[in-house]
């Protein structure tokens, strides 16, 4: 199969690469190889020279009709991903791009067979959560006690109350396993990956173009850029341990998150592409696991030999969710499931990240933009 790979130089993408080009499949790559998930636009030594290529805008109708020659099945792994308020390049990338994908396709008729889009668990915002007093979501009537909370607002967070409360009796609310089936983003990424998602269902089911759409939870492992402020908290506490200096957690580090490997991502990858039982389907993919940040700083510690305890100053971030963790029973009825244990996937991190060229702490610098263009507050003193 001839497949192409955007963003296949990224993370994900590049881990896709090799999995493709070990069963023998033909990849090409389209990647814009842009800053600050890439340095001066070079392609990473890890890349395979078995991957045909192509440096270009995933925004750009013929940067698509180039790639696309001669494909059978699509990887669309790119995305823009920040914490910055600009609004604006998150739907020009993330949608826009998903849009001219199917337009391309179906204009020149190509014989696409396949469409896998990565999308995120963002799209959930808060997700589902139950009050144990079972007072009833009037939007949710016929599920008693299960609540789909907003966006918790600033003056909130502003005074440090961080946990999420019934709005009938006013108890706090219980995090639960999140499932497909009920989407609130809360944030320009977060919509922008939904607003992916109906782009490439809609269009894929209307055109017949078999697709399939993947709901990364937290992604975890070699290769994730130093830089990129977005790109997790294993590569933010290891670089701040690794330089000596305390994690920062924000909030006070309760809020509870759903960690997976990229090995068992490139397994649902490789899954959905070959199994037509996940046409026109979404599923989540995620660890199967739930951790606190505190826990995760701690337990970084522990696995890099570092006794530094972490730091919570009372910082938040904007458009965060308190509790995040996905239900995979969907994906799992298709065969698959995570394998790989928390400490496997912070030990290859924390042995391949000090060996790359360029790895230091970037957080100071991360935190000093955000909090500059209001991503990022701090609790207000009484």
């Not at 090799?18 to 389209?30: A, C, E, F, S, T």
């Not at 990338?93 to 199917?102: D, E, G, I, K, R």
Request: charged share 25%.
């Amino acid at each position: 199969m001839r497949v192409l790979v955007t963003g296949g130089a990224g993370f994900i993408g590049s881990h896709t690469v090799d999995r493709l080009l070990d069963r023998g499949h033909y990849v090409r790559i389209l990647d814009g190889l842009l800053a600050p998930v890439h340095v001066e636009e070079q392609l990473p030594r890890h890349i395979s020279d078995r991957a045909e290529v192509v440096q270009g805008d995933i925004r750009d109708r013929a940067t698509w009709e180039l790639a696309l020659r001669d494909i059978d099945a699509v990887f669309h792994l790119a995305a823009y991903q920040d914490y910055l308020p600009d609004f604006s390049t998150f739907f020009h990338t993330n949608a826009v791009s998903t849009a001219l994908l199917y337009e391309v396709i179906v204009g020149q008729r190509l014989g696409v067979r396949r469409v896998v889009v990565a999308s995120s668990q963002a799209v959930f915002g808060e997700g589902k959560y139950l009050c144990r007093k079972g007072c009833v979501d009037s939007r949710f009537p016929h599920l008693p006690g299960t609540h789909f909370p907003s966006l918790r607002e600033d003056p909130q967070l502003s005074r440090g109350d961080w946990d999420i409360r019934c709005p009938r009796c006013g108890q706090r609310l219980e995090p639960q396993r999140t499932d497909e089936s009920v989407v609130n983003p809360h944030n320009s990424y977060a919509i922008s990956k939904y607003t992916q998602e109906m782009i490439a269902l809609n269009l894929g089911r209307r055109y017949g173009i078999p697709t399939v759409c993947l709901r990364y939870s937290i992604v975890q492992g070699a290769r994730q850029s130093f830089r990129n402020a977005y790109s997790g908290i294993l590569r933010i506490f290891t670089q701040r341990l690794l330089s000596a200096k305390p994690p920062i957690c924000y909030e006070d580090g309760q809020q509870m998150r759903d960690y997976v490997s990229v090995r068992d991502v490139v397994k649902a990858n490789l899954l959905v592409l070959e199994d037509e039982r996940a046409d026109f389907e979404v599923f989540n993919v995620g660890g199967d696991r739930r951790v606190t940040v505190l826990e995760y700083a701690r337990f970084i510690a522990r696995r890099t030999g570092v006794d530094i305890e972490p730091q919570v100053p009372g910082v938040y971030r904007v458009g965060d969710v308190r509790h995040i963790f996905s239900d995979v029973s969907k994906l799992k009825a298709l065969g698959w499931e995570p394998t790989v244990p928390l400490e496997d996937i912070v030990d290859e991190y924390v042995t391949w990240a000090p060996s790359q060229a360029g790895f230091q702490d970037y957080y100071a610098a991360a935190e000093t933009l955000m909090e500059s263009v209001g991503s990022i507050r701090r609790v207000a003193r009484r």
